[in-house]
């Protein structure tokens, strides 16, 4: 029986449109150590329906649908299922290099001591595609590195994460609606082994509907004292990472906008399917122009 060096998850529900763009990339990109677990929160708009088909058709390895309570219960399933060494979330709206990724796995596996790979950030929203951020967190993760601080803040937009490693580090925590944040903190604060590589292994993409635009600020700055009492945060951003703040903003602004307009509600949310498909394929480019042109190190 072959290896099974990495294991890709995702966790959906009623993403259809998404989905029909970000799998074939990703079954495309698949090596022979790799495998693709799906955790369906149970669709109606046929999503259901297409994961199926792929799974039967043997493009997608393992697959289970069925209501989740929340977001980080579907996620701790993927995570459950996973038979890789090494575990990568792939969000079904976002855009991810898998060179990258490749070089990120590969560091993983030639350093059985790191429990996780992040990288820099790139991010965007799908109401203004041609604008791209960068984010990097090489600063804080340096601070932690060197004992300046207790734990910082990352999105696991951008992680791997080693399997063994969970043992330890524990699953997402259902209760916390920014779980990435919550996680981050609690692995750095554990002084998880984390390694830092200056590329960009995907591209954040906000867009309405997504489970971050859904949250509240009340919400959010509960989960914010908690963070500062259990892990003694007092960084750059104590209440709420940047990342998380900014792509709740977003989606929050796409879906207002959309509800005020009786011309463009409902479907106006998104572009329609050949435009969305235009502006991915273009974004998909773009993530591996960014890591072909730049001189980018790991940190160990």
């Given amino acids: 029986m072959k290896a099974t060096n990495l294991t ?3 966790a959906t529900r ?3 449109g998404f989905l029909k763009i970000t799998l074939p990339k990703l079954i495309a990109a698949l090596q022979h150590d790799e495998e ?3 955790i369906d929160g149970h669709s109606t708009d046929g999503a259901k329906e297409y994961l199926q088909q792929l799974f039967d058709q043997g493009k ?3 697959f289970v649908s069925e209501p989740d309570r929340n977001q980080g219960h579907a996620w701790n399933k993927g995570f459950m299922l996973a038979k890789g060494n090494i575990i990568k979330k ?3 709206d976002d855009v991810h290099c898998y060179t990258a990724i490749n070089k990120c796995k590969h560091l993983m596996m030639d350093n059985p001591q790191v429990d996780i790979c992040i990288s820099d950030c790139l991010a965007t929203n799908i109401a203004n595609s041609t604008i791209i951020d960068i984010a990097s967190r090489l600063k804080q993760y340096e601070e932690w590195k060197s004992g300046k601080t207790n734990c910082f803040t990352f999105t696991d937009v951008h992680m791997l994460v080693r399997k063994s490693a969970l043992s330890y580090l524990g699953l997402f925590d259902t209760q916390f609606a920014m779980m990435d944040w919550e996680y981050s903190m609690r692995c750095s604060y554990l002084k998880a082994n984390i390694a830092y590589y200056t590329g960009y292994n995907s591209l954040a ?5 997504n489970v971050s635009s859904q949250t509240n600020a009340a919400r959010l700055k509960q989960e ?3 963070g500062k009492v259990k892990y003694g945060y007092d960084g750059d951003r104590a209440d709420i990472s940047l990342f998380s703040e900014v792509k709740i903003a977003v989606g929050k602004a796409i879906n207002y906008k959309a509800a005020n307009n009786p ?4 479907v106006a949310q998104l572009p329609a399917e050949d435009e969305l498909v235009t502006i991915y394929n273009r974004l998909y480019k773009t993530v591996e122009e960014y890591n072909r042109t730049g001189d980018f190190i790991f940190i160990v």
């Fill in 8 to 10: 890709y998850i995702i």
């Fill in 90 to 92: 792939i969000i079904d």
């Fill in 263 to 266: 011309a463009t509600n409902d």
């Fill in 36 to 38: 693709i677990v799906v």
């Fill in 60 to 62: 997608i390895q393992q």
């Fill in 224 to 226: 914010g004292l908690i």
């Fill in 205 to 209: 993409v906000s867009t309405p509907g």
């Fill in 14 to 16: 009623n993403r259809l």
